[in-house]
């Protein structure tokens, strides 16, 4: 039986704060291979929700390189993923930027309508502006207006679907340490 949980924001955002600037060894680094930029989100997603969605193609998960689907590193896919999400793992539609919260994404645009980029929102700055954290081009805490983009598309995560299942254990504590993904 699925039932809705709250998703951490303050676990997303330690993880954030602790990998923004690393790799976690867990992941495989995509930064040669295209952009770590959505892998990097999705995994402050799974800091905040230790919950996948192991359905076949179009789920999200990731357990090494071989292994994950294209929603845990694809701009588009995740996209996808997140706002179409019924079953288990994070769910969450496209907002305006004022409903953005600690945790939630920012998918950047192009001029030719192509998104390319994912950030995690870490915060807002005096003024109200975003703030973010992203990897490929590493970001703690930078302001979202020194990026050079044509649009952006706002995506709040509304909370969590997991599988009742009261014998299992949280991932945060192996999954921040870089130990194991899941428990």
Sequence with gaps: MLVERRYNR?????YAREWAFSRNPLFIDYTGFGGDCTSFVSQCLFAGSCEMNFTPVFGWYYLDA?????????????YNFLT??????????????????VGDAV????????????LLVT??????GLLVAAHSDDAFDRPLSTY????????HVEGVRVELDLSSGSCFDDLIAGIAILP
Excluded at 70 to 78: D, K, L, M, N, P
Excluded at 123 to 128: E, V
Excluded at 148 to 155: D, E, I, Q, S, T
């Design 66 to 78: 071989d292994t994950r689907t294209a929603s845990w590193t694809g701009v588009q896919f995740f």
């Design 123 to 128: 915060g807002r700055d005096s003024t109200g």
């Design 148 to 155: 050079n983009y044509a649009g952006a598309r706002y995506l």
């Design 10 to 14: 303050d676990r997303a955002l330690a």
């Design 84 to 101: 179409n999400n019924n079953g288990e793992g994070p769910f969450g539609s496209e907002v305006e930027e004022s409903a953005l919260r």
């Design 107 to 118: 998918q950047l645009r192009n001029a030719e309508g192509t998104y390319y980029h994912t």
